[in-house]
């Protein structure tokens, strides 16, 4: 019979040390030689010679279903969940405990909930309870497995060190968890003026929160975030470019604090104006019940789930509604309005882009004007937020609408066999854009005229406690080291490839030529960066002259961060004690912030029972580049700095454009939680040839404690090194 030989030593499993994976278990042991062997291998690596330790000898699972590790409460913030992360698909048994990349699946549950639940997670929250009652310990890791006959089998269970003390008990967290719920409950309902039978919320969708500020950004951080983006300027945008209108509907919303999008306002608003209400419903539903049945496409909806604009692949997809109730009548209406609203984009005389690129000019005229001003600085505040709307975030968001149809029809170049993958990369690796300008001026320029150019930049571009280049230049730069410089490579398609594409254009009724649309699709992809980067300098002085503002009056910065910009906006129009204004702020949203932090919630939301259990969803990461690297890892984020990452793996969870500091580096690779196949750092990984995982998800998380990976883009793995 095969026997597991497992440790049991007298220093493992304390109440104040778990030792896990610290000594010795040997697995599919068979026969008395090979028992005594696995015996002096797991007394060997124990680390003293009490006569206290012991060696436990258990028959050996092999034929398993699922198997996985549960702990009693939550590790990060000892909040009341019962987390089960289990592997379903391998059929081994130490997928989970030892790190190995696999199909491993996280379900959340709130210990207090009284809803029974099905299968094994059932059975296995029945297991946490009773284990709970024997031990007299609320905080337990426990391993298990699911044989064929779905027997489950606990294999062991150790007392679970958390070190952050409780801050409420768990029947409070409960009614906060049962009031969040109630709350979202009519939301999910059929509401006036929208289209849509359900309501649908998710950190990820649209716009992205999750990768700009995190998923639980500081009220400074969000308010911010919320004025200059999400409250109307998203919606702006979309109706300026020929989409519904959604002015009145704020894209995010906060549940505890927490930023999520209205995923139904966002399908909304990729609704092409001229097509009619009975199709324009009909669609929506179609998008929100796709999302449903396919979550994993949370971070990836404009990709897997919307027709947003039209390409050369567009005829076909649609062609795939037929299957969905969708009549032929209705896509060619949805199939004639999207032609349609692309061409008024791409068309000469729109310029609809064009006047939103002179827009990016004003704001910095604008922002001159501002600071050299006598103004107040709450009045200098509330002229940067404004500014910023009209001159920066708005043409801006209309800039990355032209961008993503520029990298679209690229995409739908490559599946109708036009060019290559090859040429995709080659072309996208010939744009020209803020961090290859970067990385060129960090070994041309002198420090002052280089900070003087990129100095505004900031890691955590909403986050007042992220330092700028200019106030934490030795912490993201070594001076003295200059990189070899990644130029940007000339590329051109072929007279051929030029031909084809301009048959192609013809074919479907696309109005510019192949050498116009390469030029639209190159001008724009540049030009978003570049906006990105100009309006950042509105952000960066907002929270540049508020930190001097919070210094005069005693405050620190890491209490500013609870802040919320409305009540420093209200300065500028109200003749009020402002210390008084701003400390009620901050007192409040720091003692709600707290909650925040205790709060685990999905990524997507559909169901109001969604609140008190949920999977996290194993979103499918983006491989950028065709490039192989194996090396270290090196972890960063807003507010600690690594300068020692050249020839390393860098994992950031959110990478905006105050990353950029990162590529004056010579990285070897990059893994995020969070972002898209089209959000910042994948154009960036892209241009500059890195080897990139972006929007990694739970696998992030998987990673994030090893010391040495391979990222494998071609074969989409990683694979863990040690």
Not at 326 to 339: D, G, M, P, Q, R
């Amino acid at each position: 019979e095969p026997l597991i030989i497992r440790s049991s030593c007298i220093n493992e499993d304390t109440i104040n040390k778990s030792g896990a994976g610290q000594f010795l278990s040997v697995s599919n042991v068979i026969g008395h030689k090979e028992i005594k062997i696995a015996i002096d291998k797991v007394i060997k690596s124990y680390s003293d010679n009490s006569e206290l330790n012991e060696v436990l000898i258990q028959p050996f699972l092999n034929k398993v279903k699922i198997s996985g590790v549960v702990f009693t409460r939550d590790i990060n913030n000892n909040s009341p969940y019962i987390k089960i992360n289990y592997d379903d698909a391998s059929g081994r048994t130490d997928t989970i405990t030892s790190g190995c990349i696999s199909e491993n699946k996280v379900f959340y549950y709130h210990k207090n909930h009284d809803k029974v639940i099905k299968g094994f997670k059932g059975d296995l929250i029945k297991l946490c309870k009773e284990l709970e009652e024997i031990y007299e310990h609320d905080a337990l890791d426990i391993e298990f497995a699911v044989d064929k006959k779905n027997t489950l089998y606990l294999f062991q269970v150790r007392p679970l060190v958390i070190n952050c003390k409780k801050v409420i008990d768990d029947e409070e967290h409960y009614n906060i968890v049962k009031n969040i719920s109630k709350r979202i409950r009519p939301w999910l309902k059929q509401q006036p003026n929208i289209h849509g039978k359900n309501g649908m919320y998710g950190l990820m969708p649209d716009w992205n929160p999750a990768e700009i500020i995190g998923c639980k950004p500081k009220p400074l951080s969000l308010s911010l975030y919320r004025e200059l983006i999400t409250n109307s300027i998203w919606a702006y945008q979309r109706n300026n470019y020929g989409y519904k209108n959604l002015r009145s509907f704020p894209l995010l919303i906060e549940i505890e604090g927490i930023p999520y999008i209205d995923v139904r306002a966002s399908f909304n608003s990729f609704i092409p104006k001229e097509l009619d209400k009975n199709t324009s419903e009909k669609l929506v539903d179609y998008y929100l019940d796709k999302l449903k049945k396919n979550p994993s496409y949370h971070d990836k909806i404009e990709f897997d789930i919307i027709f947003s604009c039209f390409t050369f692949d567009t005829k076909r997809n649609l062609n795939k509604l037929k299957n969905f109730g969708f009549t032929n009548n209705e896509i060619n209406k949805i199939n004639v309005s999207l032609l349609n609203l692309t061409n008024n984009i791409l068309r000469k005389n729109s310029k609809l882009w064009v006047n939103d690129l002179k827009k990016i000019e004003t704001l910095e005229k604008k922002f001159n004007s501002i600071i050299k001003s006598d103004i107040d600085k709450y009045a200098k505040i509330y002229w940067l937020i404004e500014d910023c709307k009209r001159y920066g975030t708005l043409p801006f968001a209309g800039l990355a609408r032209a961008a993503f149809i520029s990298i679209e029809m690229l995409k739908s170049f490559v599946n109708q066999n036009l060019i290559s993958s090859s040429d995709y990369n080659l072309f996208m690796s010939s744009v020209k854009t803020v961090s290859s300008s970067l990385v060129e001026d960090f070994n041309t320029l002198s420090k002052k005229e280089f900070l003087k150019k990129y100095g505004h930049l900031r890691p955590g571009t909403y986050d007042i406690m992220s330092k700028s280049y200019k106030e934490g230049f030795k912490d993201y730069f070594k001076w003295s080291e200059k990189t070899n410089i990644n130029q940007n490579k000339n590329f051109k398609f072929t007279n051929k490839q030029i031909s084809n594409i301009n048959n192609s254009l013809k074919k479907y009724n696309i109005n510019i030529s192949a050498n116009e649309l390469v030029k639209f699709i190159k001008k724009s992809i540049e030009a978003r960066e570049y906006a990105k980067f100009m309006f950042t300098k509105n952000i960066n002085e907002i929270l540049e002259i508020y930190s001097n503002v919070c210094i005069e009056k005693g405050i620190s910065k890491i209490d500013a961060a609870y802040t919320h910009i409305g009540s420093v906006i209200s300065l500028n129009s109200v003749i009020a004690d402002s210390q008084k204004i701003l400390n009620t702020s901050i007192e409040r949203r720091k003692k709600r912030y707290e909650y925040t932090k205790l709060v685990n919630l999905p990524n997507l939301i559909f169901n109001h029972e969604n609140i008190f259990y949920f999977h996290e969803p194993d979103s499918a990461p983006n491989y950028i580049t065709q490039e192989n690297v194996t090396a270290n890892i090196v972890v960063i984020n807003s507010n600690k700095t690594n300068k020692n990452i050249d020839k390393k793996i860098v994992f950031i969870e959110n990478a905006d454009p105050g990353y950029d500091w990162i590529l004056s580096h010579d990285i070897a690779g990059m893994v995020t939680k969070y972002g898209g196949a089209n959000s910042h750092m994948a154009i960036r990984a892209s241009e500059l040839n890195i080897p990139a995982v972006i929007g990694a998800g739970p696998l992030y998380d998987r990673l994030v404690n090893s010391n040495k990976i391979e990222i494998n883009t071609v074969d989409r793995k990683i694979l863990i090194i040690n």
